[in-house]
């Protein structure tokens, strides 16, 4: 499974952006795929996650309310859709994926994309 994210860039507080994570290999069964972020100096820490069918989704107490993950099977994509987005959002974004829910939402998850940098300006 090789993931591509993507979507990151520089936004106004109270903005929104829309992360993608491009998936390809075999993701179409039993895999959960999951956001998580990391700002500078501070761990990494999980903030969604989506089953591949899109019947399960779990947030971060942070996320809830604001963010909403989907997949998209067509396109093998899984969307992260960040609104009222505030400076403390700030971090590299990375996505994971794994069959393992609990793996995926402790940051155990085998599989990651690399990073896309998300900067929210006050």
């Known amino acids: 499974v090789q993931l591509q994210a993507s979507g990151g860039g520089l936004v106004q507080a109270g903005g929104s952006l829309r992360l993608s994570c491009a998936a390809s290999g075999r993701t179409q069964t039993g895999y959960v795929v999951g956001w998580f972020r990391q700002a500078p100096g501070q761990e990494r820490e999980f903030v969604a996650a989506?089953?591949?069918?899109?019947?399960?989704?779990i947030y971060a107490d942070s996320a809830k309310g604001r963010f909403t993950i989907s997949v998209d099977n067509v396109k093998n994509t899984v969307t992260l859709q960040m609104m009222s987005l505030t400076p403390e959002d700030t971090a590299v974004y990375y996505c994971?994926?794994?069959?393992?829910?609990?793996?995926?939402?402790?940051?155990?998850?085998?599989?990651w994309g690399q990073g896309t940098q998300v900067t929210v300006s006050s």
């Open positions: 994971t994926a794994d069959t393992n829910t609990e793996w995926v939402t402790t940051g155990r998850g085998v599989y």
């Open positions: 989506v089953s591949w069918s899109g019947a399960r989704t």
